[in-house]
């Protein structure tokens, strides 16, 4: 058995923790101190680090936290990501026996070239980083836009019912944007009004499940006659798919 609780850290990013009563695996570790606050408060031991990808606010605390737990840490190899022990390419499988939990690995490009993203079919679970956020995506940093968008119709295409647990509280902003893009979707307006009620009591909207993703993030809705005529009435010629993402992902950029 396991609990997994998000460890806040810096404004706004969330430090994933698997754990039970004897062990915890952090998921992007970008600040050391939290991480040893929470592992000492719990009387818990880490025993593995998972990373999606190499920017600082995910990476920042492992050289500390390896210093005091020589733990491995997994996570796709890059000369700018020093710290990665053990390998991970696309199709490969983690197990991590302590939590009799296995993930298949997914190589998710677009945000970062080397984004990998940690898939359980048996939980029901992913935690993708910040190449899906909800109501949104990230941003472009590398590689293609049409990669970016690849990657999201991949994770668009796990079960409904799958919780995705990304990196960062950006879900109240997203949903401004998701509003403006599908002004007469019910599914959004009611999300704006749960995702308020949540912040207000001081809750993470994260996870969230694909299923709300299908039809609230307009990112993974961009085919749709609203968005389409949104991105018109913004001066955009999105005249297929790829060109439609590509002019949201530009727009938002902007907004």
């Not at 009563?21 to 000492?40: C, K, T």
């Not at 050289?63 to 991970?88: C, F, M, S, W």
């Not at 679970?125 to 970016?148: Q, Y």
């Not at 998701?178 to 009591?201: G, H, L, Q, S, Y």
Request: negative net charge; aromatic residues 10%; charged residues 25%.
């Amino acid at each position: 058995m396991y609990d997994i609780v998000a460890i806040p850290a810096f404004e706004d990013n969330y430090i994933w923790t698997i754990h039970n009563a004897r062990h915890a695996v952090v998921v992007d570790p970008g600040d050391a101190a939290p991480v040893l606050s929470w592992l000492a408060s719990h009387d818990v031991k880490l025993t593995g680090i998972l990373c999606t990808h190499r920017h600082h606010d995910h990476v920042g605390g492992i050289e500390e936290l390896r210093a005091v737990y020589n733990v491995p840490v997994y996570g796709r190899q890059h000369k700018k990501n020093p710290h990665i022990t053990h390998d991970l390419r696309d199709g490969e499988k983690l197990d991590l026996e302590e939590f009799a939990l296995s993930f298949d690995i997914m190589e998710v490009p677009g945000h970062i070239d080397d984004h990998i993203a940690y898939y359980s079919s048996g939980s029901g679970m992913l935690f993708c980083g910040d190449v899906l956020f909800g109501a949104g995506c990230g941003r472009n940093f590398e590689g293609s836009v049409n990669a970016l968008h690849r990657s999201l119709q991949r994770i668009a295409s796990l079960p409904p019912s799958t919780l995705a647990y990304c990196a960062h509280e950006y879900t109240a902003s997203n949903l401004r944007f998701a509003w403006v893009c599908d002004p007469d979707n019910p599914d959004v307006a009611d999300r704006i009004e749960k995702t308020a009620r949540m912040r207000a009591a001081g809750q993470s909207t994260v996870p969230f499940t694909i299923g709300i993703e299908l039809a609230t993030n307009p990112f993974l809705r961009c085919k749709e006659p609203a968005i389409l005529q949104s991105l018109k009435r913004m001066g955009y010629d999105a005249a297929d798919e790829e060109s439609a993402f590509a002019a949201l992902r530009e727009w938002r950029d902007k907004f």
